[in-house]
T-cell receptor, first 117, second 113 residues
Framework: AQKVTQAQTEISVVEKEDVTLDCVYE???????LFWYKQPPSGELVFLIR??????QNEISGRYSWNFQKSTSSFNFTITASQVVDSAVYFC??????????????FGAGTRLFVKA | DAGITQSPRYKITETGRQVTLMCHQT?????MFWYRQDLGHGLRLIYY???????DKGEVPDGYVVSRSKTENFPLTLESATRSQTSVYFC????????????FGPGTRLTVL
């Protein structure tokens, strides 16, 4: 069964600390996509990254980095030198094809990150 | 304005009433989605549409109806609202399918009394 687990409900850090948000997924498919979205206090959801199941290369974008490990079914997100503006709820999501055609996307429950000044 | 919009942004209704949430996108994206966001559940897919006149159920479709007569619009109707449908509803669109990133609307906060 398809499942995304974000075990950390809330994380609180002080500005400039590094923080890692965990995402563990379950799927039987060999082809799937993983995503991270950010939901700041204003409420809109913003796409951060997409990674397909065949690309395990880690990615860095400024202070953000993502570590995809198929061996542990994890797609963790690290913010380096956190800032107050990073305070948000972060969602990990998994998309895979349905057996009957079409697709489905499952979101994790989200991790709320508080960054204190 | 370009993008994806939802209306109304806030709605209070009573149990048993019919409510329609509107979603409009200007990108001509093929795929559109409706999610509900509840504390502890993240986002759950209600319905999605691959193109005009093509819709399919998501994870939690019961109590909801959708239609898509035009590519740019994807209304979500609660035919007889229940308290359990109190939630924040997000509409999203995607260029092709779930393998592409989704662009989300600002959300509609619905309260059913």
């Amino acid at each position: 069964a398809q499942k995304v687990t974000q075990a950390q409900t809330e994380i609180s850090v002080v500005e400039k600390e590094d923080v890692t948000l965990d995402c563990v997924y379950e799927t039987r498919d060999t082809t799937y996509y993983l995503f991270w979205y950010k939901q700041p206090p204003s409420g809109e959801l913003v796409f951060l990254i997409r990674r397909n199941s065949f690309d395990e290369q880690n990615e860095i974008s400024g202070r953000y980095s993502w570590n995809f490990q198929k061996s542990t079914s994890s797609f963790n997100f690290t913010i380096t030198a956190s800032q107050v503006v990073d305070s948000a709820v972060y969602f990990c999501a998994l998309s895979e094809a349905r057996g009957t055609g079409g697709f489905k996307t499952i979101f994790g429950a989200g991790t709320r990150l508080f960054v204190k000044a | 304005d370009a993008g994806i919009t939802q209306s109304p942004r806030y709605k209070i209704t009573e149990t048993g009433r019919q409510v329609t949430l509107m979603c409009h996108q200007t990108w001509s994206h093929s795929y559109m989605f409706w999610y509900r966001q509840d504390l502890g559940h993240g986002l759950r897919l209600i319905y999605y549409s691959a193109a005009a006149d093509i819709t399919d159920k998501g994870e939690v479709p019961d109590g909801y109806v959708v239609s898509r007569s035009k590519t740019e619009n994807f209304p979500l109707t609660l035919e007889s609202a229940t308290r359990s449908q109190t939630s924040v509803y997000f509409c999203a669109s995607s260029v092709r399918d779930s393998y592409n990133e989704q662009f989300f609307g600002p959300g509609t906060r619905l309260t059913v009394l």
